[in-house]
């Protein structure tokens, strides 16, 4: 088979399943779709040549037509009630109803078992393309044909490991910077960091925040560094408790999630030194609470957009290189992270 761009091997077409089983293309095309009669053992050459070859009756060719195949794609991602993942899923569903497709969605959390499974369970539905926020394990398997598997894939928020394939996500690195620049141009140096549990995401955050306070010739007290067990409000919530208890407690706060900047504000409610706070992710009514709570959003809406788009070029042109695009974050100035530092409890 030809090789194309990036490595990665086309997958068979009707024309290499009629060639193998000696036939014409029209003659695999009544085959596979029950179109008209085929003699027995005609029939019998072009399914043996189907299964050497791993051919798949829905190739993305047979969905683009309009009338035929399956007109839907997949979207494997994380906890849909985080609000992030739900409206990825929303801007996903709308670009790609745009163009006569529904998306299928697989809910997974970090498992790669899990995801493994969805995503085959989402090609034997015969979805034309996948949209994947990928787990920590390696994606070679996304290659192996035998198993399915060679389908046009995106990878949303976080790059796969072990293949190449397009990605879109957010500057990070960039983004946890920002934070912590924007908290030392307040004054604050001793700054707590929630860290939610992720292989990826967070910690380029982290990454951002050490690079600022470096660049700013500020130390880093480690035991500030709040590495969560996971990423639950509640896991947060106890967290930041333990951090504001402290007689030297932070003058503000960086939550790296908007499920953690949530447990965090839970436990400033039992503190008079409030601190400052500045989240990564909006979420619904932090500009309505009494100190509205500044944010750095990264807009998952336009990144399952983006990512729509990008994997009907795919699926339109399978020879593109993979792509590696950067979607900017901006920071939302509420009152929360531009509180200056206040006298540390006794």
Excluded: C, W
Excluded at 44 to 72: C, M, W, Y
Excluded at 298 to 306: D, F, Q, S, W
Excluded at 316 to 321: A, H, I, K, N, Y
């Amino acid at each position: 088979m030809a090789e194309a761009s990036g490595g990665l091997e086309k997958p068979p077409t009707m024309k290499d399943v009629a060639t193998r089983a000696g036939v014409g293309v029209g003659t695999v095309s009544r085959v596979v779709n029950s179109s008209a009669p085929v003699s027995p053992e005609t029939t019998k050459r072009v399914e043996r040549a189907i299964r050497e070859l791993s051919f798949h009756p829905n190739d993305i060719a047979r969905s683009l037509r309009p009338g035929q195949g399956p007109k839907t794609i997949g979207l494997v991602a994380g906890d849909l009630t985080n609000p992030f993942y739900a409206t990825l899923a929303k801007g996903a569903m709308v670009a790609a109803s745009r163009r006569g497709f529904a998306v299928l969605i697989a809910m997974v959390d970090e498992d790669p078992d899990a995801e493994r499974t969805a995503v085959r369970g989402l090609l034997s539905r015969g979805v034309a393309g996948l949209l994947l926020v990928p787990d920590k394990g390696d994606h070679g398997y996304l290659d192996e044909r035998g198993e399915g598997m060679g389908v046009p894939t995106v990878m949303l928020d976080r790059p796969a490991s072990g293949v190449q394939r397009d990605v879109v996500l957010f500057d990070n690195e960039a983004a946890g910077k920002m934070v912590t620049e924007h908290l030392l141009g307040h004054g604050h140096t001793r700054i707590g960091v929630l860290v939610a549990p992720s292989f990826y995401t967070t910690g380029r955050r982290l990454r951002g925040f050490r690079s600022a306070m470096r660049d700013a010739g500020v130390g880093v007290d480690e035991s500030l560094v709040l590495r969560l067990a996971n990423g639950s409000p509640a896991s947060a919530e106890e967290g930041s408790r333990r951090l504001l208890a402290r007689g030297d407690a932070p003058t503000a706060l960086f939550t790296t999630t908007s499920f953690v900047t949530l447990g965090a504000l839970r436990a400033m409610r039992s503190v008079s030194h409030r601190p400052a706070i500045v989240g990564f992710d909006d979420f619904p009514h932090a500009d309505l609470l009494p100190t509205p709570i500044s944010v750095v959003a990264a807009n998952p809406e336009e990144l399952g957009r983006v990512g729509v788009e990008r994997l009907f070029m795919r699926l339109e042109e399978r020879d593109l290189p993979p792509a590696h695009i950067v979607l900017e974050v901006s920071l939302h100035e509420r009152g929360s992270g531009e509180a200056a530092p206040t006298a540390e409890p006794a």
